[in-house]
């Protein structure tokens, strides 16, 4: 079986340690800057989807003291009287403005006394040994939490009515091509087994574990996400008022919501129009769609005789590389994301052109796996064979079997620390404030070997 071995593994523990430290100053930097905006935007909620961003700020503090500073630092509690107020299985989205949550100065005081302590932390204590401290794992853990809060945080902006408060930072020059131009509709991924998930990424968490091999029938997919001019062809053709493209289970979730087109959008005559962070604009049409929920990614699927593809078929686009058979880190290799690879951080506010970052494509040729959009899959969120709870059952176990529905590949909202080729996200198939496209597949003729 092969799995790869992450750039991180067998690093000096100097060396270790500032790529820690500097995870946990990018993802704190993405908080602070997601925060700052007046109080009553704080502490309102936007909608109740979503937390009031008061409520994340300090929540992300208060589960790097849990995690860091009282287990992995073994110190005694800051402000143990606000461990409930921010547990995310005691209080519901809708609940949290209800709550005495701590004012935004509060907050902000709580989160640099915690990071105070972790920054020590960090500098003392073994990075190997013990399961939550090898290869740095806990610390890893919380600078994905925050990360995920980050992107969760964008998504409560994109929420929210008023004035701008966000404005994008371009992507770097270079790293867009000419479109499609040039490249293949779809790709074909030959049968075969694969090495699927990972036994040795250092920060991997426990869904995505152990890495274990998958035998996947051949099959065609799309070289690019969907964007948005496929996505408008489907709806000029009725693709919203024909439940022939739908299931049953999407077509009464479509009429009871009355979905007509993806969420922030709007048509003026021939033209169409979205809302992006409180602007309006012409919706792009060579950009992915996004904010679509599984049930209109399986529709247009339908509609185009294709389907989603399986959560396997996805990674292995995503990994494998037929000349040395193993499996990748990124699609691009084993190397972190740079700029060049893929539309990460959150700086844009926007997916990137399809066609874009042709560096970050895949060992077949297939691209922007990572980065733009988070990508429906058709498989359900459940347990790897040999799954084991890892630090805590409530992170994924919770919620296996729960109707949830399996994403990939991250978003543009997403960090590269929470967006590798394993990394595996999952929501009810009826959300689309989050920041999801698909692409299709479509089964291989059976042939010598399939």
Request: charged share 25%; glycine share 10%.
């Amino acid at each position: 079986m092969t799995d790869t071995v992450p750039t991180a593994t067998g690093a000096a523990p100097g060396t270790l340690r500032a790529f820690i430290a500097e995870g946990l100053e990018r993802a704190r930097r993405r908080t602070h800057a997601l925060t700052a905006c007046d109080e009553e935007e704080l502490l309102k909620q936007h909608s109740p989807l979503m937390s009031p961003l008061v409520w994340d700020l300090a929540h992300v503090g208060s589960q790097e003291e849990l995690w860091l500073v009282r287990d992995v630092g073994g110190m005694e509690p800051l402000r143990p009287e606000i461990d409930r107020l921010y547990d995310a299985f005691e209080h519901s989205r809708s609940s949290r403005p209800s709550l005495p949550l701590l004012a935004p100065s509060d907050s902000r005081g709580y989160l640099a006394d915690v990071r105070s302590k972790t920054l020590d932390i960090l500098e003392r204590v073994s990075l190997e040994g013990s399961p939550l401290l090898d290869g740095g794992f806990a610390f890893g853990m919380m600078i994905q939490h925050e990360q995920q809060h980050a992107e969760t945080m964008l998504a409560t902006h994109q929420l929210r009515v008023g004035e701008p408060v966000l404005h994008p930072v371009n992507p770097e020059p270079g790293v867009l091509a000419l479109g499609v131009t040039g490249l293949p509709r779809e790709v074909h991924v030959p049968a075969g087994s694969f090495t699927m998930g990972t036994s040795v990424e250092p920060w991997a968490l426990d869904n995505e574990r152990p890495a274990h091999e998958v035998h996947v029938p051949g099959y065609w997919i799309d070289t690019v996400p969907v964007d948005n001019g496929a996505f408008i062809d489907f709806i000029n053709d009725g693709g919203y008022s024909n439940p022939g493209w739908w299931t049953a289970e999407g077509w009464s979730h479509r009429n009871e919501d009355g979905l007509t087109a993806p969420k922030y959008w709007k048509r003026d005559g021939h033209q169409w129009w979205r809302t992006r962070f409180s602007v309006l604009e012409p919706v792009p049409i060579d950009e992915p769609v996004q904010h679509v929920s599984f049930f209109e990614a399986e529709a247009y699927a339908r509609w185009a005789g294709r389907r989603l593809p399986t959560e396997a078929e996805w990674e292995k686009a995503a990994r494998h590389d037929p000349v040395s058979g193993r499996s990748r880190r990124y699609p691009w290799g084993d190397e972190d994301p740079t700029s060049s690879h893929a539309n990460l951080g959150g700086a844009a506010l926007r997916p990137s052109p399809v066609g874009s970052y042709p560096e970050g494509a895949s060992a077949l040729g297939v691209h922007q796996l990572i980065g733009d959009v988070w990508e429906w899959t058709s498989s359900d969120f459940g347990p790897y064979p040999g799954f084991r709870v890892f630090p805590y059952r409530e992170y994924s176990e919770a919620f296996f079997g729960g109707g949830y529905k399996v994403l990939r590949g991250g978003s543009w909202a997403a960090d590269g620390a929470a967006s590798r080729s394993t990394f595996r996200n999952w929501d009810y198939p009826i959300r689309r404030q989050i920041f999801t496209g698909f692409r299709t597949a479509r089964n291989a003729a059976p042939a010598g070997g399939e």
